[in-house]
């Protein structure tokens, strides 16, 4: 059972460029997250998904893109890349079901620089 | 003010402390109350979860809330070097759907020397 999967690690970009992050869950999760860390910053929500076909804003969603056609798959896009945007990016899930108080599963990011 | 906060350290403490690590908060719609452990390089993990005030014991690690406060804490017994990493605390109010929405404090690096 892999969990939450990340792809790339590491990645640099150029200004203007543009790149998706890969998250994978194997867990048939529902609920799938993409939030940035910046150092001193903590951990703020870009996008979210409740199922397949369904995504909404988080906290920070400009100049980020998001699509779920499947469970299993939450790719988070950078359109134009802004050197703001170099970030340690994580996706996390958590399964459906009546309780709230379900713990956050998180992969292992992916660091971003953009020079 | 922002929503979480929490002191960044680091804060380093020979093998076999006792450690506090804490959290305040200014919404007092939150009712879940988490702590995660992030090492260095790797995504959050949960240790522990809380509902409302009280505490919650786990092994080593204690987590306490006080609402009245807006004030959490997270206590390591006996603390070990494995024990270095960053501690994140996190916190949601009730949605009644299942989904949560997390607010993190900006977490504290903890640093247990040998």
């Known amino acids: 059972n892999a969990g939450v999967t990340q792809t790339p690690k590491f990645r640099i970009l150029k200004i203007g460029q543009s790149m998706t992050l890969q998250c994978t869950q194997d867990m048939n999760h529902n609920y799938m997250y993409w939030y940035r860390q910046d150092p001193g910053m903590g951990l703020k929500l870009i996008y979210y998904s409740v199922g397949a076909g369904i995504t909404d804003k988080g906290e920070v969603p400009n100049g980020y893109n998001v699509s779920r056609s499947t469970t299993e798959d939450f790719p988070l896009r950078l359109e134009l890349a802004a050197p703001s945007q170099t970030s340690v990016y994580f996706c996390?899930?958590?399964?459906?079901?009546?309780?709230?108080?379900?713990?956050?599963?998180f992969g292992d990011g992916t660091r971003l620089s953009i020079l | 003010q922002k929503e979480v906060e929490q002191d960044p350290g680091p804060l380093s403490v020979p093998e076999g402390a006792i450690v506090s690590l804490n959290c305040t908060y200014s919404n007092s719609a939150f009712q879940y109350f988490m702590w995660y452990r992030q090492y260095s390089r790797k995504g959050p993990e949960l240790l522990m979860y809380?509902?409302?005030?009280g505490n919650k014991e786990d092994g080593r690690f204690t987590a306490q809330v006080d609402k009245s406060s807006k004030y959490i804490s997270l206590f390591i017994r006996d603390s070990q070097p494995s024990d270095s990493a960053t501690y994140l605390c996190?916190?949601?109010?009730?949605?009644?759907?299942?989904?949560?929405?997390?607010?993190f404090g900006t977490g504290t690096r903890l640093l247990v020397s040998p």
């Open positions: 996190a916190m949601t109010p009730l949605e009644g759907t299942g989904f949560q929405k997390l607010v």
């Open positions: 809380t509902y409302s005030s």
């Open positions: 996390a899930s958590i399964p459906t079901g009546a309780h709230d108080n379900q713990p956050q599963h």
